[in-house]
Nanobody
Framework: QVQLVETGGGLVQPGGSLRLSCAASGSIFSIGVMGWYRQAPGKERELVATITSSGNTNYADSVKGRFTISRDDAKNAVSLQMNSLKPEDTAIYYC???????????????WGQGTQVTVSS
């Protein structure tokens, strides 16, 4: 199996910063796209940022210039540096990874359990 564990959520004031981290473990041959998604109360889950295995990144318009996604393939990990946080960034943040468990096997998406980020004064 594959497990994704997120850390780094919490309560922060508007304008503050947080760094989320996610580590994948288990039966892993390779990881393709990794990303962060979020879900606010009463809303659907939305993409925040993704990063490919070659380092290409993609961001939601609402976080461009404020959030930075990065990955450490040696650790099967992905991070999200969040700066200039706004109350509307409040949500549960989920880590996602497209994992191939064995050579020539299909790759599947795996999700972490989520970590709460609350931006409030």
């Amino acid at each position: 199996q594959v497990q994704l564990v997120e850390t780094g959520g919490g309560l922060v004031q508007p304008g503050g910063s947080l760094r989320l981290s996610c580590a994948a473990s288990g039966s892993i041959f390779s990881i393709g796209v990794m990303g962060w998604y979020r879900q606010a109360p009463g809303k659907e889950r939305e993409l925040v940022a993704t990063i490919t295995s070659s380092g290409n990144t993609n961001y939601a318009d609402s976080v461009k210039g404020r959030f930075t996604i990065s990955r450490d393939d040696a650790k099967n990990a992905v991070s999200l540096q969040m700066n200039s946080l706004k109350p509307e960034d409040t949500a549960i943040y989920y880590c996602n990874a497209n994992v191939r468990r064995r050579p020539l096997f299909p790759a599947y998406d795996y999700w972490g359990q989520g970590t709460q980020v609350t931006v409030s004064s």
